[in-house]
């Protein structure tokens, strides 16, 4: 017997996400031999092939239209997390088509309405199409999702520079060489006692070494445990030192 999901949501958005999540699992199994795409790798074999193409434009054009959502179970852990932290404003790096947008989405609404306080989750992509696809299925939800949303399009290394409330977590899925560049830029509004989440740090370790030596470091503040979910998860809890 499986367990009950842990998401507390209407009939229709978890229709929705089960929908989506089923899609984005088939696209990875198209593009990946190991059911499971990291940009690095698909990088890497479009340089091996030696394309006559840049093979940075001929990947920025296979991915144009996939979701490639991270892992339900990984969803549903951040949504108890947000939950119990009581945590109200986020910063999602890396929104794609606005999947796990959802959940921390409706997350938050919970946390808003047990706590009282005022938040929103900063959402952040790069590509008009996904951008828009996005906020297609988020007005599906309603506006228990679509309220709670603040999409900055465009480069999230500019959109992030200002106009940020106190960060509780931040939500890491990105191209590897922008992760650290872009905690960097959110670190100065991170409350003590903020999550950092970042996907797939097992498999795309070599990819991420520059961020995991940062957050790895004693004198940046961060405690690290990586989490046993599928190709690794990292949760980061800023905990600077007082002065």
């Not at 929908?19 to 198209?30: F, V, Y």
């Not at 840049?54 to 920025?60: L, R």
């Not at 946390?111 to 306080?117: E, I, N, Y």
């Not at 977590?169 to 970042?198: N, Q, S």
Request: hydrophobic share 40%; with cysteine.
């Amino acid at each position: 017997m499986s367990a009950p999901t842990p998401i507390d949501a209407p009939p229709h958005i978890l229709h929705l996400l089960s929908e989506l999540h089923k899609l984005s699992l088939e696209q990875e199994a198209q593009i990946s031999k190991t059911g499971k795409v990291l940009s690095t790798n698909v990088l890497g074999d479009l340089e091996d092939k030696g394309s006559a193409t840049n093979p940075q434009e001929e990947f920025n054009q296979l991915m144009l239209d996939k979701f490639i959502a991270l892992d339900e179970d990984k969803c549903q852990f951040t949504y108890q997390l947000i939950n119990a932290m009581g945590a109200t404003n986020i910063i999602e790096a890396g929104t794609s088509f606005g999947v796990s947008t959802i959940y921390l989405a409706l997350a938050i609404a919970k946390t808003k309405a047990v706590t009282g306080k005022s938040g929103t989750v900063i959402a952040t992509e790069k590509e008009k199409t996904k951008a828009d696809v996005a906020r297609k299925y988020w007005v599906q939800c309603g506006s228990v999702v679509e309220e709670q949303i603040d999409l900055r399009e465009g480069d999230l290394l500019e959109t992030l520079k200002g106009d940020l409330p106190e960060i509780d977590l931040l939500f890491l899925d990105i191209w590897t060489p922008l992760a650290l560049p872009t905690l960097k830029t959110v670190l100065p509004r991170m409350r003590p006692g903020a999550v950092v989440l970042t996907d797939n740090t097992i498999s795309g370790a070599e990819g991420y070494a520059e961020l995991l030596a940062f957050l790895r470091s004693p004198e940046n503040g961060f405690r690290n445990m990586t989490l046993p979910f599928t190709n690794g998860f990292e949760m980061s809890v800023y905990q600077p030192r007082s002065e």
